[in-house]
Structures are given as structure tokens and as C-alpha cells.
């Protein structure tokens, strides 16, 4: 076999490269909605010092809008580190610079979205 | 028209690394570029090197770039360059000497696809008849006469050469898109791999750079396609 069909061949049968393409087009529509949304009510239907801790606690007293930056993180995570992980694959071709950058990647990845889900799903108003 | 023609230059056994020799030459506006480059080595420069064939655009022998896009040279006039022209080799192969580049890893991936009509079925008595809609569908790649052009001017495939790139890709869909060939499945292993049709950026270069006018995007994207509804 030559060398480049054993590349090529290197995990036949997996459709691992499908789905994170397809997975890629779903959450960038979502996340054009969400995001925009998002953007919408944070910077533009409420003025800027509107926006404090107040604000913030008043909406997630409502279990929708968790949900709704819950979804927004975990999208905008998975979408980023999806093309990131794409980036590197196409940039960065010595194994040792790649290995690096993956374990940056993921490392990076998974310390936000805990640390931001940690704060949607736990958030206690105090009183101020 | 007098051109000033900048053409790389590189000759592993003696230089360091490539160059640019400069080349004063006068030619009718409706000349090609390839007959410019003739007249540069028959006139001029007898060491310039370079590959070219059939001079009309089929063998696809002579794709090089012009002014930082890829073209055949026998397919293109000195008048729509203008008077000022760089040609180099190809990028993203390995240079064996100034224009000519090995093709060799390029064919390997074309071979990796499987390029020619597999199906086990008793032949029938007569032809395997087909609609003109059935040819429709793969008419436009089978066009392609693997001058790498492409390829070549694919960013992903720079900056990564393991990727299959786009003449692979078209040339498999040239295939999965006949109606009379059996080895879908079996094709779709290499280009839904790693390297295979996912690193497509629909950057474009390629449909560009198309001397037969192929949409290779285009192709490619109904490759991608066709393995999500297959597969999923
Ligand atoms: S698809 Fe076009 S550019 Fe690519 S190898 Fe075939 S003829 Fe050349
Ligand atoms: S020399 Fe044959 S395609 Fe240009």
C-alpha cells in the first residue's frame, strides 16, 4: 500500500470527520441566533448601566435564561474548539508542536466551560 | 509586445535554493504563454526547464503559476497577463527542477480513490443503458485531465499535503455519481477519512484554477453531501 493510502487509510470506517462537519453548520446556526440574541439584550435593548449585578441576578432567577446561556456556552465551546481543533490540524504539522497544541486546546476548553457552568448552574443571589 | 518574464529557477544538484531569472522577450499579443517560454528556452535560456505536451490544453502537462494564479500555460495569452509576468512551479510539491515539479504523491492520492467504474454484475447482453439526467449528474468531472491545478492552489492542502485535495475529489466523484458503479461504499472509506473531503475549506482557488472549468467546489460539496445522507 502506498504511503499515502496508509495515511489516508490510517482509521478507515469512522465518521468521526462527518459528524464534526455537519455538527460544525448546526451549532454556527444556532449560535447565530443565540449569540446575536444574546448580544441584543445585553449591549443593546438594556443601556450599558443597566447592566450590574442586580440585573444579572433577576434573570437568573428565571430557569430560561440559564438555560439559555447554558446552551450558548456549551455551543460556543464546542463550535470554537471543533475549529480550533481544525486549525491546528491544517497548521501545525511537527507531532510534538501538535500534541502541545491539542493538550493547550482541550486543557483551555474543558477549565471554561466547568468554571462557566459551574457558574449558571450554581448561582445564588446574595443580597446587596 | 515586449514582456518582462520572471521565471523561478531552481536546480537541486547545483543551487542552494531557487531564484529568479529575468527574461526580456518579444512576443505577439496572441501568443500563449507556453510559446513565450519556448522562445525563452530555444532563444534565450536553453537550461530553462519546463514540461509541456500536447500544447492544447489536454494533456495537462504544463500548469504552473502565472502571476500567483494556477494556469496552463498553453492555455492562456500573453495579452491577458500583460507585460509583466512571474511564472513559478506549482506549490506544495517538491520541485525536481525550475517548472517541473514531482507528481508523484499527487497520483498516488488519485489512485487511493479508486478512479475507474467498479461493478461486479454479469455484464448485461447490451450496454448499461443510462438517462441523460443519470449522466448529468457526473458530466462535468469526468472533464478532468489531472493537471493538478487544482490542487496546487488549494490553501488546506499548503499548508497540509496529506490532505487528498480537490483532482482526487473529483475524480472519485466522477464516479459516485455514476449511476452504473457499485464501489460507493468502498471510496467513500478514503475520502470520508481524516484527509480525505472533511479538510476542504471551500476556499474557491480550486474552481478557479480549473482550466476545464470543472466547479471542483462545487463537486466536492456534493461529495460531502452525498456522505452525510449515505452515512448519517
Ligand atoms: S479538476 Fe481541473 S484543475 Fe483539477 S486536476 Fe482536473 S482539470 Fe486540473
Ligand atoms: S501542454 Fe498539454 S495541456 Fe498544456
Not at chain 1, 456556552?73 to 490540524?89: E, F, K, Q
Not at chain 2, 461486479?120 to 472533464?143: F, G, I, M
Request: aromatic fraction near 12%; charge should be positive; include cysteine.
Amino acid at each position: 500500500m502506498s504511503l499515502a493510502e496508509r495515511a489516508i487509510q490510517r482509521r478507515p470506517g469512522t465518521n468521526f470527520e462527518l459528524w464534526s462537519w455537519y455538527y460544525f453548520r448546526i451549532s454556527g446556526v444556532l449560535l447565530l441566533f443565540l449569540a446575536l440574541g444574546h448580544v441584543y439584550i445585553m449591549h443593546i435593548a438594556t443601556p450599558i448601566e443597566q447592566v450590574d449585578y442586580a440585573f444579572v441576578a433577576a434573570r437568573y432567577a428565571r430557569p430560561f435564561w440559564r438555560t439559555y446561556d447554558l446552551v450558548l456556552l456549551l455551543l460556543a465551546m464546542s463550535h470554537g474548539v471543533n475549529g480550533m481543533r481544525l486549525i491546528i490540524h491544517d497548521y501545525v504539522r511537527p507531532r510534538g508542536w501538535r500534541v502541545f497544541a491539542h493538550s493547550v486546546l482541550y486543557s483551555a476548553a474543558l477549565i471554561f466551560t466547568v468554571l462557566g457552568a459551574l457558574v449558571i448552574l450554581t448561582f445564588q443571589p446574595v443580597e446587596t | 509586445m515586449l514582456i518582462q518574464c520572471k521565471v523561478r529557477r531552481f536546480n537541486p544538484t547545483v543551487d542552494k535554493k531557487p531564484y529568479f531569472s529575468t527574461y526580456q522577450v518579444e512576443a505577439e499579443p496572441t501568443d500563449r504563454v507556453l510559446d513565450m517560454l519556448n522562445t525563452i528556452k530555444w532563444e534565450l535560456d536553453g537550461t530553462l526547464t519546463y514540461r509541456r505536451s500536447c500544447a492544447h490544453g489536454v494533456c495537462g502537462s504544463d500548469a504552473m503559476r502565472i502571476n500567483g494564479r494556477n494556469r496552463l500555460a498553453c492555455k492562456v495569452l500573453v495579452r491577458d497577463i500583460g507585460n509583466k509576468m512571474t511564472i513559478e512551479p506549482m506549490m506544495g510539491f517538491t520541485v525536481l527542477r525550475d517548472l517541473v515539479v514531482d507528481m508523484e504523491p499527487f497520483f498516488e492520492k488519485y489512485k487511493a480513490v479508486k478512479p475507474y467504474l467498479i461493478n461486479d454484475n454479469p455484464a448485461p447482453v447490451t450496454e448499461r443503458l443510462q438517462s441523460p439526467e443519470e449522466l448529468e449528474a457526473y458530466d462535468d468531472t469526468t472533464k478532468c485531465i489531472l493537471c493538478a491545478a487544482c490542487t496546487t492552489a488549494c490553501p488546506p492542502f499548503w499548508s497540509n499535503p496529506d490532505f487528498v485535495g480537490p483532482a482526487a475529489l473529483v475524480n472519485a466523484h466522477r464516479f459516485i455519481f455514476d449511476s452504473r458503479d457499485k464501489a460507493g461504499a468502498e471510496r467513500a472509506d478514503v475520502i470520508s477519512s481524516r484527509e480525505g473531503v472533511w479538510r476542504c475549506r471551500t476556499v474557491f482557488n480550486c474552481t478557479d484554477a480549473c482550466p476545464r472549468g470543472i466547479q471542483v467546489t462545487n463537486a466536492m460539496e456534493e461529495v460531502k453531501r452525498k456522505l452525510l445522507y449515505d452515512r448519517a
